[in-house]
């Protein structure tokens, strides 16, 4: 059974950072692209940025680009979730997402993922 579990969220002021991380187990993590989305009260799961399964390809919602920045330890089984510059407009549950095809693309559409973790509480203050 995949498990993915988020940590790092919390409540910042505007222009602050947050590391997220997603702990992945139960199937063979270097294998598949991740990614993260958020869903902020009232709105709609919005993708936020993806990695390919080595790595070396990453993609961005053009709201985070320059911003944010997602990385992998396939040792480590984790993804990770860079927020730099952080804006009220940020503040969302971050979920992170296992694409449902080994060695398939960046995803940006829920459908194209798998497994899902619980989310993580990112709220920006003004």
């Known amino acids: 059974q995949v498990q993915l579990v988020e940590s790092g969220g919390g409540l910042v002021q505007a222009g602050g950072s947050l590391r997220l991380s997603c702990a992945v187990s139960?199937?063979?993590?270097?294998?598949?692209?991740m990614g993260w989305f958020r869903q902020a009260p009232g709105k709609e799961r919005e993708f936020v940025a993806a990695?390919?399964?080595?790595?070396?390809?990453?993609y961005y919602a053009d709201s985070v680009k320059g911003r944010f920045t997602i990385s992998r330890d396939n040792a480590k089984n984790t993804v990770y979730l860079q927020m730099n510059s952080l804006k009220p407009e940020d503040t969302a549950v971050y979920y992170c997402?296992?694409?449902?095809?080994?060695?398939?693309?960046?995803?940006?559409?829920?459908?194209?993922?798998?497994?899902w973790g619980q989310g993580t509480q990112v709220t920006v203050s003004s």
């Open positions: 990695i390919s399964w080595n790595g070396g390809n990453t």
């Open positions: 139960g199937r063979t993590f270097s294998s598949y692209g």
């Open positions: 997402a296992g694409e449902t095809r080994p060695f398939g693309g960046l995803g940006v559409r829920p459908y194209e993922y798998l497994s």
